[in-house]
């Protein structure tokens, strides 16, 4: 590893972790000695993060130079916390991991007085009922989604049927019955919605549907309206 990818890894260590952040933890983190670790803090601070902390005490980073300063009201820092809280809860869990990070990023960004009440926000999302188990990793899926590239997959419908089909992926939907992919089915050669818990495997190929995701899409969800 780098050290400036180092540097990063830190920092992003030090907004995501539960504060104050051990050294032992951070060494951790970074894949570093502590001594190593004590050096690199330094060099954060010579270069304008606002770490306050010590060897024992642990470390806060309480000034970040690496973000833009951001305003929020409180409102929309309630909307923040609620769709990251919820996005953390249903997501998979790389994406739960990333709506980890975003909220750390931006609080980060906020004077002290808007941190603390990043903080301690009013509203809360707790959901009691697990949502469904989605496999395969829909992370891979996602990435289909982004790249504009077509799958082959085995799928299980409500009877229990298999077949096998190439499919665009357009967009990954959260549904309060699970997790379904939007799709363009080239076997029938029309939408369809796919349950990820159904597919039993798939194939990323070297199709591309590049660029008609954003059409397709569109004209799938004005099926709807």
């Not at 951070?26 to 502590?34: C, F, H, I, K, Q």
């Not at 609080?107 to 007085?113: C, E, G, Q, S």
């Amino acid at each position: 590893m780098s050290r400036p990818e180092r540097l990063f890894r830190l920092l992003n260590a030090l907004r995501v972790l539960p504060k104050p952040v051990t050294a032992a933890r951070l060494a951790r983190e970074t894949e570093v000695s502590e001594r190593t670790l004590y050096r690199d803090i330094e060099s954060l601070r010579a270069g304008g993060a606002l770490i306050d902390g010590a060897p024992g005490l642990g470390y806060t980073l309480t000034e970040d130079p690496a973000l833009p300063p951001q305003t929020f009201d409180r409102i929309e820092m309630e909307a923040l916390v609620v769709g990251l809280s919820d996005v953390r809860q249903r997501g998979d869990p790389h994406l739960a991991e990333a709506a980890d990070a975003a909220l750390a990023k931006i609080t980060a960004t906020l004077p002290d007085r808007l941190q603390r009440q990043m903080l301690h926000a009013t509203h809360m999302v707790h959901r009691y009922e697990a949502p469904a188990a989605t496999t395969p990793d829909i992370s891979d899926i996602r990435s289909a989604c982004w790249d504009e590239r077509a799958l082959d997959i085995d799928y299980r419908d409500a009877n229990s049927a298999r077949t096998q089909r190439r499919i665009y992926p357009l967009a990954i939907v959260y549904l309060d019955t699970g997790c379904a992919l939007l799709a363009w089915c080239c076997l029938r050669k029309d939408f369809r919605k796919f349950w990820v818990a159904r597919i039993d495997a798939f194939k990323p190929t070297d199709e591309s549907f590049r660029p008609k995701r954003a059409s397709l899409l569109r004209t799938y969800l004005a099926q709807f309206s």
